[in-house]
């Protein structure tokens, strides 16, 4: 990753969000392409402002919360998440299972809120500021239905078809097969999967979109155990689904926080 100071800094940071027990200096400085040396201060000057620790041990850089934190506050102050929590959390308790939104960013689909509506039993309960898996997922299905065939597969080999052997068995391995759930999901209006992110896991998910251009902003998704939501379970949650994505895109601050964000 040839580039500036920055851009190499910022690269750094990223490849270690991506390692949360930490990266060793020599893995850093191959991921920004720079010496070691200079990768050295790279990191030495990340300490000093709070954004990288190194532990004492392992000699393994690590990422600390700061940039966790701003990107909280971020969310905070713009009200989005304030906003859309109160139809999450009614969709959470119409469904009894979780719920989570994603926001487009650019070329990527991060989850930025969720409601938890499983009481009891095995509950799902993952954390916001993940990248979506667009090969894998009802969300990352969602969003791609609403591009085209092209640009669908372009996002997907950006991301690339990860952990394959840990998906659930009916997984797609090839791109011809994830179409099939794009063109399912097209057809629909919204996505439904079953055993393919993971095994035992299932969801569907519908994008939210401007009322009055249609721009798509975000997707709504409701997912959990497949011992609780078989397909017909699933798509008895369509119609509430859909009236709370319509609802969330009609919401001002969400809407127009989240168009400058939109690339596709």
Request: proline share 5%; charged share 15%; hydrophobic share 45%.
């Amino acid at each position: 990753m040839a580039g500036s100071l920055l851009t190499r800094a910022l690269g750094a940071l990223d490849f270690l969000a991506c390692h949360a027990q930490g990266a060793t200096l020599q893995l850093i400085a191959d991921r920004v392409g720079m010496p070691k040396s200079g990768a050295h201060r790279l990191m030495a000057e990340l300490i000093e402002q709070g954004y990288v620790a190194q532990d004492s041990d392992s000699g393994r850089y690590v990422l600390t919360l700061k940039l966790s934190s701003l990107g909280f506050k971020h969310l905070a102050a713009s009200g989005m998440v304030d906003v859309a929590q109160p139809l999450l959390n009614g969709l959470a308790t119409l469904s009894s299972e979780l719920v989570r939104l994603a926001v487009v960013d650019g070329e990527r689909l991060i989850f930025v809120a969720k409601a938890q509506g499983a009481r009891s039993g095995l509950r799902y309960d993952p954390q916001n500021g993940q990248e979506v898996d667009l090969f894998c997922t009802a969300t990352g299905y969602a969003w791609l239905a609403s591009l085209s065939d092209e640009q669908a597969v372009a996002l997907i080999a950006r991301q690339g078809l990860s952990q394959l052997d840990e998906r659930g068995p009916r997984v797609p391995h090839n791109y011809p097969d994830i179409l099939a759930y794009l063109h399912a999901a097209r057809k629909q209006g919204y996505s439904q999967v079953v055993d393919v992110s993971a095994p035992g896991m299932s969801a569907v998910a519908t994008v939210v979109r401007k009322p009055k251009s249609g721009q798509v902003i975000g997707v709504l998704s409701v997912g959990g155990p497949t011992a609780r939501l078989p397909e017909a379970t699933l798509s008895s949650f369509v119609p509430a689904l859909l009236a709370a994505a319509t609802e969330l895109g009609e919401l001002s601050p969400l809407s127009d926080y989240l168009t400058p964000l939109v690339q596709y």
